[in-house]
């Protein structure tokens, strides 16, 4: 296992590595059909977003709804255009949902 090119972080709102595989076990509610990485699917929850997806699925900027998966929405955060979530923690989870999409059958 190489560590090399990972700058440790240490920003309070990244993920831990456990709370990140605890997020590759989850299981979509089976009410809802939601795709976290599309964001479509059939919604029987009635939420704009899924309330069970964990933080760490979510590409979703928390601050100004920018999503990072999907190019969706005006990035404003970090000042106009800006989205800081975009620039550091999103991709993250945006590879982190690739992964979980690789383990669980998502149609
Ligand atoms: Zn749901
Ligand atoms: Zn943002």
Redesign the pocket.
């Known amino acids: 296992m190489s560590v090399n090119g990972q700058s440790p972080s240490s920003r309070s709102h990244a993920s831990t590595p456990a709370s990140r595989f605890r997020a590759l076990e989850f299981e979509r509610c089976p009410d809802c059909r939601m795709d976290p990485l599309s964001g479509r699917g059939f919604r029987a929850c009635r939420q704009p977003r899924c309330p069970f997806i964990p933080r760490e699925l979510d590409p979703v ?6 999503d990072v998966a999907n190019d969706r929405g005006t ?4 000042g106009p255009g ?5 620039a550091d923690e ?1 991709p993250r989870r945006v590879a982190l949902l690739r992964a979980w999409r690789e383990r669980h059958e998502v149609d």
């Open positions: 900027c928390p601050e100004c709804g920018y990035p404003a955060c970090g800006v989205c800081a979530f975009a999103g």
